[in-house]
Nanobody, 127 residues
Framework: QVQLVESGGGLVQAGDSLRLSCVVS????????MGWFRQAPGKEREFVAT????????NYGDSVKGRHTISRDNVKSAVYLDMNSLKPEDTAVYYC????????????????????WGQGTQVTVSS
């Protein structure tokens, strides 16, 4: 059984930085595309960032492009989201997700393509 466990969320001030981590167990991490999504109260879950199996390809949502960076460590079976210049509108529950993939270079921005999800970690940015 594949499990994803996020950590690193918390309460920060606008302009601060935060690193989210997600550790995957029960599967072969290197075979998954990894992604981060977020959901604010009353809003749909939205795409934040994704990274290919080989780390060679990444993609970001428009609202975080240039501020956040996704990375992965296939040895540690972990994916990270480094969030900088945080804004109050970044406040949400952040979810880690994994998608089975054959290609080393592909990624996915579509939540319906992800097979496994973590339980989420809350990020709150105060103004």
């Amino acid at each position: 059984q594949v499990q994803l466990v996020e950590s690193g969320g918390g309460l920060v001030q606008a302009g601060d930085s935060l690193r989210l981590s997600c550790v995957v167990s029960g599967g072969t991490f290197s075979t998954y595309i990894m992604g981060w999504f977020r959901q604010a109260p009353g809003k749909e879950r939205e795409f934040v960032a994704t990274i290919s199996r080989s780390s060679g390809t990444t993609n970001y949502g428009d609202s975080v492009k240039g501020r956040h960076t996704i990375s992965r460590d296939n040895v540690k079976s972990a994916v990270y989201l480094d969030m900088n210049s945080l804004k109050p509108e970044d406040t949400a529950v952040y979810y880690c997700a994994a998608a089975r993939a054959y290609s080393l270079a592909s990624y996915s921005t579509r939540r319906e393509q992800y097979n496994y999800w973590g339980q989420g970690t809350q990020v709150t940015v105060s103004s």
